[in-house]
């Protein structure tokens, strides 16, 4: 697979699947995030992603937009929240995740009646939190409030203007 470097430091991988590319973006040293950019219609509206779980883990499902990685004894480990999607106009198309063993599959899954305009941009890695020993023992008694408050969160953070 070829890729190809943007003006603005993009890489872009041309066609990883029928009308959609794939960008990565260096976010740190050691990390570098994913986007999926659906061109048309034609694009594949669902992908799956192999988590490397640890001997032991599993992944369950807390609402439709989170998942929790627990370890052999149940505790939590990490949490896999829904990514953001959004449109050639700006608007947000909602997205859910289900996990299947250790393969997290994200589908687009536009609201009742909404029409998208593509190009539309999937930010698959945007979903995944560490947890401090705190956040780790309320979110293993209180998943739902936890859940909630991990969304509101991140739609917070992505509003943010970035300096």
């Known amino acids: 697979m070829t890729a190809e470097l943007s003006e603005t430091g993009l890489v872009i991988y041309a066609n990883t699947q029928k009308d959609a590319d794939t960008i990565a973006?260096?976010?740190?040293?050691?990390?570098?995030e994913l986007f999926h950019l659906l061109r048309s219609a034609n694009a594949?509206?669902?992908?799956?992603?192999?988590?490397?779980?640890?001997?032991g883990q599993e992944i369950s499902a807390v609402s439709d937009n989170t998942l929790m990685i627990s370890d052999a004894n149940s505790d939590l480990?990490?949490?896999?929240?829904?990514?953001v999607a959004v449109d050639a106009k700006g608007a947000t198309v909602p997205v859910t995740m289900k996990a299947t063993g250790s393969d997290v599959e994200v589908s687009l899954a536009p609201a009742a009646g909404q029409t998208l305009a593509y190009p539309v941009m999937l930010d698959p890695s945007s979903a995944s939190y560490t947890v401090t020993p705190a956040e780790r023992n309320y979110c293993y008694w209180n998943p739902y409030d936890c859940s909630k408050a991990r969304d509101q969160g991140g739609r917070r953070f992505k509003s943010c203007p970035r300096y």
């Open 77 to 83: 480990v990490t949490f896999l929240s829904a990514p």
């Open 44 to 55: 594949l509206k669902s992908f799956v992603y192999k988590v490397a779980l640890q001997a």
């Open 25 to 32: 973006v260096r976010s740190s040293a050691s990390q570098v």
